[in-house]
């Protein structure tokens, strides 16, 4: 696992699956949102707010909203890579910038997204405890001045 705190956030790459690809030779738009979701997965774990920290906590983050860009063309076969950025860290809420990249380092696609912390015992948005907080601080310290820029 790369270290949370070097930016960007490299931990997750893919090979585009022949069932991703559309009619029209390339990935599908779907995947594109596929792939980002698994590399948000891979930070969120990163911090200690995946699958592990909602079997524990009955708290989790879910998905409020998402922005897609398509850049270029992905083919069956091709290795992506992502590079995420933690680009807002709030208590209750994360928003986290993923660049797509092919193997020539082009970038592909982006994507952006804004997660919620949600008790799911309560169901309602909380904020995270203090030592995720402080976690998601500190990576954001170091993400942030990335931010401004494309990743």
């Not at 949370?4 to 990935?27: C, E, I, K």
């Not at 809420?93 to 008790?119: C, K, P, Q």
Request: with cysteine; glycine share 6%.
């Amino acid at each position: 696992m790369p270290d949370l705190r070097q930016a960007p956030f490299a931990a997750y790459s893919t090979r585009v699956l022949t069932d991703w690809v559309d009619y029209n030779g390339h990935m599908n738009d779907a995947y594109y949102a596929l792939v980002c979701g698994r590399a948000s997965e891979a930070l969120l774990d990163a911090l200690g707010l995946g699958a592990k920290y909602q079997e524990s906590t009955g708290c989790t983050t879910y998905t409020v909203e998402s922005h897609l860009r398509y850049l270029k063309e992905a083919r069956a076969g091709e290795t992506v890579r992502v590079l995420t950025l933690l680009v807002e860290a709030a208590p209750k809420r994360l928003r986290m910038r993923h660049s797509l990249r092919n193997g020539g380092d082009e970038e592909i696609a982006t994507g952006e997204f804004v997660y919620l912390h949600v008790n799911q015992l309560s169901g309602r948005v909380e904020p995270m405890p203090p030592d995720r907080q402080e976690l998601v601080t500190a990576v954001f310290a170091t993400h942030e001045p990335l931010s401004r820029r494309a990743v």
